[in-house]
């Protein structure tokens, strides 16, 4: 009887610690309208969520910079080489960071993104979305904490992908995963 007393505690405790961690994760909730924006693309066309949503969800992918942060940049290309994957789900891909849109339009083309990659150089979208990282310094100042939020049609935030460190972002999987529940 002694173990599975025992797996039941790990069990219970591992709840827990997922649930302390998720509440503990900065940012608006699945369920929350999203916040709108119109916003610089690195091709230097203007971009509105609400025009993106037109057209089936919407994954969003905030990075810290498609400029300095390689964690961002391999992100950013992982992205495109599975975007089809993605976008047969019906939803359109779209990334943005603090940015200008003069470092985002470098960004695309040394990257080979075929996707938007969006700038929000004052952090006004990062911030609406409550996902800024104000313990960052220096040219880390305004940055995001990595997250994804998918948006649905009507503006619903449909899910949230954020890993606790910056170095990990979640996976092409997961995030097909969030848009086929």
């Known amino acids: 009887m002694r173990i599975p007393q025992i797996l039941r505690f790990v069990f219970l405790f591992g709840l827990v610690g997922g649930f302390c961690a998720a509440a503990e994760m900065p940012g608006l909730k699945v369920g929350d309208r999203a916040p709108e924006f119109t916003l610089a693309s690195g091709t230097g066309s203007e971009i509105s969520l609400a025009d993106l949503r037109k057209n089936g969800p919407v994954i969003l992918v905030f990075v810290r910079s498609a400029d300095w ?46 996707y938007p990659l969006l700038a929000d150089p ?6 609406a979305y409550g996902i800024r990282n104000h313990e960052a310094r220096g040219k880390g100042l305004g940055v995001p904490h990595p997250a994804i939020f998918v948006v649905d049609r009507t503006g619903v935030i449909r899910a949230k992908l954020m890993e606790e460190s910056y170095r990990d972002r979640p996976s092409s999987e997961a995030i097909q995963a969030a848009l086929t529940n």
């Open 69 to 114: 942060c390689p964690h961002c940049r391999r992100q950013l290309q992982g992205l495109e080489a599975d975007r089809a994957e993605l976008e047969a789900h019906g939803a359109q891909l779209v990334a943005l960071s603090y940015d200008s849109a003069a470092t985002q339009a470098q960004a695309v083309a040394k990257l080979g993104l075929t």
């Open 122 to 127: 004052g952090s006004k979208t990062i911030d």
